[in-house]
Nanobody, 125 residues
Framework: VQLQASGGGLVQVGGSLRLSCVAS???????MTWFRQAPGKEREFVAA????????NYSDSVKGRFTISKDNAKNTVHLQMNSLKPDDTGVYYC????????????????????WGQGTLVTVSS
């Protein structure tokens, strides 16, 4: 499985961005997840979506502002980010693994097999 992330950029506080992650390969029973990493900080979970049903999950810090969605026909996952804050700044990575529902697994970057290259999001105040 190969992942290609895109859509990052510079945006002002309160603005919006839409990230995309295109997957190639067999991903039907996978979960695809967005992580982010701010300078000097550990990589953290943002949102996840199952590619085989309607399950999604969000971190508390983005719930209500970000929406993760999928386009199965295009093997693409999107992350719509609204009401952006300076704390949302970082490199955003998409990742994929076989589907699990235990938060201690799908929320941890150490359990992911496949990674995209990352896309930088900068929220300026």
């Amino acid at each position: 499985v190969q992942l290609q992330a895109s859509g990052g950029g510079l945006v002002q506080v309160g603005g919006s961005l839409r990230l995309s992650c295109v997957a190639s390969g067999r991903t039907y029973r996978y979960v695809m997840t967005w992580f982010r990493q701010a300078p000097g900080k550990e990589r953290e979970f943002v949102a996840a979506i199952s590619l085989s049903d309607d399950w999604t999950n969000y971190s508390d810090s983005v719930k209500g502002r970000f929406t993760i969605s999928k386009d199965n026909a295009k093997n693409t996952v999107h992350l719509q980010m609204n009401s952006l804050k300076p704390d949302d700044t970082g490199v955003y990575y998409c990742a994929a693994r076989s589907s699990v529902r235990q938060p201690e697994i799908f929320r941890s970057p150490r359990y992911y097999t496949y990674w995209g290259q990352g896309t930088l999001v900068t929220v300026s105040s």
